[in-house]
Structure formats: structure tokens, C-alpha cells
């Protein structure tokens, strides 16, 4: 794998981030490809498919988000022909409007994230994150 294939797809991972810590929509619908096969399933929801259902879940949970930040670790990118598929664990960081404050703090995920490579670059084509649970500790 070339070096500049694995960059192009950190970068494109990045902004998946990045786009989601602004809570801006117009950065968040470039990152994902613009097929109507697309998926995505946030921590503790059902299977959102098709580009439509995707985007306004990403609308729902960025009108919702006070502050969001992610801090990523063992990022692990596999690029396989013209897909790329980045596992990696979020570390966020996160205040959401919850009158229970039950959404708040911080919170583990590990996420897979495939991208396909387009004319125009790497785009997002599936999205899965799934919560990591804390053990429970043991006693004395």
C-alpha cells in the first residue's frame, strides 16, 4: 500500500471528525459518499440506510450537541483496491442537551468506518460505531 493512499485516507477519516466536533452539516454530507447505499449505525441505534435517513440523523445529533470532541486511538487503516476500511476507538468528550445529563461526559466507542475511493477522493461509505461498556469492577 502506497503511503499517500494510506495519508489520503487518514485525512479523509480526520475530517469525518472534524466535521462532526463543528456540528456542521455541509462539512459532514462531503465526507460521505453521495450513493444512496450508504449506512450508518451510532452507539445504541438501529441501521440508518440510505442517504437521506444517514444525513439527518447526522442533523438530529448536531442540533442536539453542545460540544463534542474526539480524541482517536489505535487507528488502524487497511486499504484493499479502492476501499479503505479504518478501525479505530473514540475517546469523546461531550455535553449534549439531556435533561438528565445522561448523554454527557465521556464516553468509549469503537467505530469502523469504510470509505470508498471516488473521483474526488476517499468518501465515507459505512459508519459503525458500537459503545464500548466499562467493566464491572470486582469487589475488595
Known amino acids: 500500500m502506497s503511503n499517500d493512499v494510506e495519508t489520503a485516507v487518514t485525512a479523509a ?20 459518499d453521495t ?15 440510505g442517504r437521506s435517513r444517514v444525513m ?14 474526539f480524541f ?4 488502524d487503516v487497511v486499504v484493499a483496491g479502492d476501499l479503505a476500511v479504518v478501525t479505530c476507538e473514540e475517546n469523546i468528550l461531550t455535553g449534549v442537551d439531556d435533561a438528565d445529563h445522561g448523554l454527557g461526559g465521556s464516553q468509549r466507542v469503537v467505530s469502523t468506518n469504510v470509505f470508498r475511493r471516488r473521483g474526488d477522493g476517499w468518501l465515507l461509505w459505512v459508519h459503525h460505531g458500537s459503545p464500548v461498556l466499562s ?6
Do not use: K
Not at 135 to 140: A, D, F, M, R, T
Open 13 to 32: 477519516n480526520a475530517e469525518f471528525y472534524a466535521a462532526f466536533e463543528a456540528c456542521d452539516i455541509d462539512r459532514m454530507s462531503a465526507v460521505w
Open 35 to 49: 450513493t444512496d447505499d450508504i449506512r450508518c449505525i451510532h452507539p445504541g441505534w438501529p441501521l440508518l440506510a
Open 56 to 69: 439527518r440523523s447526522w442533523s438530529v445529533l448536531m442540533a442536539n450537541t453542545t460540544y463534542i470532541q
Open 72 to 75: 482517536l486511538t489505535n487507528v
Open 135 to 140: 467493566p464491572v469492577s470486582e469487589p475488595g
